[in-house]
């Protein structure tokens, strides 16, 4: 298995721009994270799907960023419009589910967001 | 202060020897992880430890769980280079669910 994969790996983005971030979790796993990782705040869990359904998105900033699963095999965090302080870099991350055992989880490479 | 803290916050040591690092959480938990992240990089699953064990290793890592005192450690022996990265303790707070909750992190730096 290819793992986690993320596109893009960089982004730069002026502000007010839309930016969407993608993510194809490993397949068979039933939960996905998308987090942000900042040196300021560290890292923060951003929203959590289970069976493609959204869990609990209570560290999503603000109803410009928004998260989508439409499928087992694809996710997209969009924030529209971006702006500076929302550089950082984005992981999405994914495991088997269940709880126990099964929730070690398996991160991507990353996107690193830089909004001018 | 958040669930999962790391101590210390940056650790510089010399090739050869020991490195060791704290997690303090605060509620109950039904299992702790470390995670591992080099620079650029996401994390990396390195073991994790339920709460009913109390010390777990795994080639030159070894963990420790006191769930009296909510709190962890990790212990990496005969430290290399290589081993310079980040390194996170994560809770699930107990929860049934796939969430974790993820410590600010210690910073290890290995000088040859």
């Known amino acids: 298995d290819a793992g986690v994969i993320q596109s893009p790996r960089h982004e730069v983005t002026e502000m007010g721009q839309e930016v969407t971030l993608r993510c194809k979790p490993i397949s068979g796993h039933n939960s996905l994270f998308w987090y942000r990782q900042t040196m300021m705040r560290g890292l923060e869990l951003l929203i959590y799907f289970n069976n493609n359904v959204p869990i609990d998105d209570s560290g999503m900033p603000e109803d410009r960023f928004s998260a989508k699963m439409p499928n087992a095999s694809f996710s997209t965090l969009k924030i529209q419009p971006s702006e500076p302080r929302d550089s950082a870099v984005y992981f999405c991350?994914?495991?088997?589910?269940?709880?126990?055992?099964?929730?070690?989880?398996?991160f991507g490479p990353g996107t690193r967001l830089t909004v001018l | 202060s958040q669930q999962g803290e790391e101590d210390p916050q940056a650790l510089s040591i010399q090739e050869g020897e020991n490195a060791t690092m704290n997690c303090s959480y605060k509620?109950?938990?039904?299992?702790l992880q470390w995670y591992r992240q080099n620079s650029g990089r996401g994390l990396v699953h390195l073991i994790l430890?339920?709460?009913?064990?109390r010390e777990k290793h795994s080639g030159r890592l070894r963990v420790t769980l006191d769930t009296s005192k909510k709190s962890s450690s990790l212990l990496i022996t005969a430290s290399r280079a290589a081993d310079t990265a980040s390194y996170f303790c994560?809770?699930?707070?107990?929860?049934?669910?796939?969430?974790?909750?993820f410590g600010g992190g210690t910073r290890l730096m290995v000088k040859p």
């Open positions: 430890i339920r709460s009913n064990e």
């Open positions: 509620t109950s938990i039904n299992n």
């Open positions: 994560a809770t699930d707070e107990g929860n049934a669910g796939n969430m974790l909750t």
């Open positions: 991350a994914s495991s088997l589910g269940s709880g126990g055992v099964y929730n070690e989880q398996f």
